[in-house]
């Protein structure tokens, strides 16, 4: 394969914004902030973003303190500042939309948005849905209260700092090169959408590296080994809580041993089978995976 150019930065990874994580850790500075009516807000709802109803690309609702029928509480989590503006996001539970806006899933919409957008809404998402899930501390099972606008949790029985958890996962495009050229390996899985094929994908488990990781999940899968397994590029996936690291890794040999209690189907493709969206055989992922990525990527260069 001839040498790859540096990938575009991923659906969801937002590249030019300020986490100011040292301003963070005053509250004081956070407390005023938060009063300033110039603030920024990005209204949510039961992990749901509000975007406005005729916005073509999709754009979500950001409103100003000012703009805000009540104050913003101090559960409001802090994402950060951009040109001098701090931004906080706010779940409001169950809480009606404003008029001439909804609340939708990011992914139904994240691909269409500029992706810094994106991902900052992304961030929002992976932020408030570790609040839900840590309210009580992992240690003692009292209740812990956020901190530094909620980029951590104190439990105040047994004073343990609880952070928000990404969980990495490894996403590896496989190829082979046999008699008939190089072809890639995809699989479904028996959750995906009909006919949808793509890379095979597995959490990270304790004690073990990356690559220890491609070479586990890609066995146990497809019951082939890999070597040559290079990392690509990485993809936050706050979906809930997940980090895709992506890699191209080259198979032993073609034969497939399918674990049927983990895919559906896994099958060999050549760049010709999948090339042309409208004589695909299959299905590919949605355009907001690196996933996707990887095959796009991988189909438009040569073996
Ligand atoms: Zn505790």
Not at 84 to 90: I, K, P, Q, R, T
Not at 104 to 128: K, N, Q
Not at 209 to 216: A, I, K, M, N, W
Request: charged fraction near 25%.
């Amino acid at each position: 394969m001839r040498r790859l150019s540096n990938p575009p930065p991923h659906v969801y990874a937002n590249r030019a914004f300020d986490r100011a994580a040292k301003a963070r850790t005053d509250a004081a500075w956070l407390a005023e902030e938060r009063q300033r009516p110039t603030t920024r807000v990005l209204l949510m709802s039961g992990l749901r973003v509000m975007v406005l109803d005729d916005a073509d690309p999709p754009c979500a609702l950001w409103l100003t303190v000012s703009e805000l029928d009540r104050p913003l509480s101090d559960d409001a989590l802090f994402l950060g500042r951009e040109h001098g503006v701090s931004a906080f996001a706010l779940d409001l539970g169950q809480d009606q939309p404003r008029p001439g806006a909804r609340f939708v899933e990011l992914r139904t919409v994240g691909s269409l948005m500029p992706a810094d957008e994106a991902g900052l809404l992304a961030y929002s998402r992976g932020l408030i849905f570790w609040h839900q899930r840590h309210r009580f501390c992992g240690a003692c099972g009292h209740p812990t209260r956020p901190e530094q606008g909620g980029h951590v949790r104190r439990c105040h029985h047994c004073n343990s700092l609880h952070f928000p958890r990404s969980d990495p996962a490894v996403i590896v495009l496989i190829t082979h090169h046999g008699p008939r050229g190089e072809r890639c390996l995809l699989g479904r899985s028996p959750r995906f959408i009909p006919n949808m094929y793509s890379t095979l994908a597995g959490f990270v488990e304790p004690g073990e590296s990356l690559e220890e990781t491609v070479q586990r999940e890609v066995h146990e899968e497809a019951g082939i080994h890999v070597h040559d397994i290079t990392y690509r590029s990485s993809q936050p996936w706050p979906f809930p809580a997940s980090l895709m690291l992506g890699f191209h890794a080259r198979a032993q040999d073609d034969h497939l041993m399918i674990d049927r209690n983990e895919l559906e189907d896994a099958a060999w493709f050549t760049r010709d089978e999948l090339l042309d969206p409208s004589r695909r055989p299959i299905r590919l992922p949605n355009p907001d995976s690196i996933a996707r990525h990887l095959i796009e990527e991988w189909l438009v260069n040569d073996a």
